[in-house]
């Protein structure tokens, strides 16, 4: 009994240390926070009694002054300068103490802060270095599809591209409107889980005519070739930005780095790679979308950090 409550308590103690842990940051910043705002104020409770021992101290040099002028003959200028400086020093003590706690408390908030951001920039360190590594096996992965079945059947697997039969209407030469059955690729890739994105009926930029979809994304393409020449960089938000996909935290680090000669990761361009798809098929109402495929180089923040 008494080494089943043991383990218990252990547990509790694991749990609660690893909690503490995984809170640690916010639980410094919250803290060191706080530890400002009440060292403020009892700064400002400080500064109020501070002129009492500014007054009390000018009285105590006015009678020493007094008793320089009606004993100037016993009163040495040397006995004056050691008890004025008695006062200066006594006065400048109790301010000290006035300020002490606020001080004090003001250095523990400050240490507390540079703490949780120390923390925080070793997990961020960690999550990149972790990311690289999975970045890498899957890139290597799929260079070895690539190399074995080509760059399309990786594409199709990837994104679950396949072939599907869909009835659309069409209009012929004489124009009436027919029914035919044609052959269109479809995707089950939901567009949450990658970077890429699918530019169909559901993006504000979109419209059902396959001419203006083609031309609009060209151009955005090579808007944003141009940027990442002149900036240097292109985060994968920022062409999310201008296709009218919402952002994401990913795409606040990832995207494109242009550096000619040390940039051996990327391809120095923005490339959509847009595969044109079937992404509504409701009866005989066909709409067609397009997976947009981008080539990121990676986590540009890292890149940057090492250059």
Not at 99 to 110: E, K, T, V
Not at 160 to 185: A, P, R, W
Request: with cysteine.
């Amino acid at each position: 009994m008494k080494l089943e409550v043991g383990n218990k308590l252990k547990t509790v103690f694991a749990k609660t240390k690893l909690g503490f842990k995984k809170h640690s940051a916010e639980i410094l910043i919250a803290g060191g926070v706080t530890g400002v705002v009440v060292s403020a104020v009892l700064a400002c409770v400080a500064t109020t009694k501070v002129g009492k021992h500014v007054n009390d101290a000018k009285e105590k040099i006015k009678v020493i002054h007094k008793k320089k002028e009606s004993d100037s003959e016993n009163y040495t200028k040397k006995e004056l300068g050691r008890e004025l400086t008695c006062v200066y020093l006594k006065t400048g003590a109790k301010i000290i103490g006035l300020y002490a706690p606020a001080i004090i408390l003001g250095g523990l908030s400050l240490t507390s802060i540079i703490a949780s951001n120390n923390i925080l920039k070793k997990r961020a360190a960690a999550l990149a270095a972790a990311y690289a590594t999975v970045d890498k096996s899957f890139n290597d992965y799929r260079n070895r599809v690539i190399e074995r079945f080509g760059s399309e059947v990786d594409k199709e697997l990837r994104y679950d591209i396949h072939k599907d039969k869909v009835t659309e209407t069409v209009t012929d030469e004489n124009g009436k409107d027919k029914k035919v059955k044609k052959d269109v690729l479809k995707t089950g890739y939901d567009g949450v889980s990658d970077f890429a994105r699918i530019f169909d009926g559901k993006n504000p930029n979109f419209m059902l005519d396959d001419d203006y979809n083609t031309f609009f994304l060209s151009q955005i393409q090579r808007y944003m070739n141009d940027k990442l020449i002149v900036q240097g960089y292109l985060y994968l938000n920022e062409v999310y930005r201008e296709l009218g996909f919402e952002e994401t935290k990913a795409g606040q680090v990832v995207g494109w780095i242009y550096d000619k000669e040390n940039n051996k990761r990327g391809d120095n361009y923005v490339d959509f790679r847009a595969t044109k798809l079937c992404t509504k098929d409701e009866g005989e109402e066909v709409e067609y979308g397009y997976l947009l495929d981008f080539n990121v180089d990676g986590d540009i923040l890292t890149y940057a950090h090492k250059e």
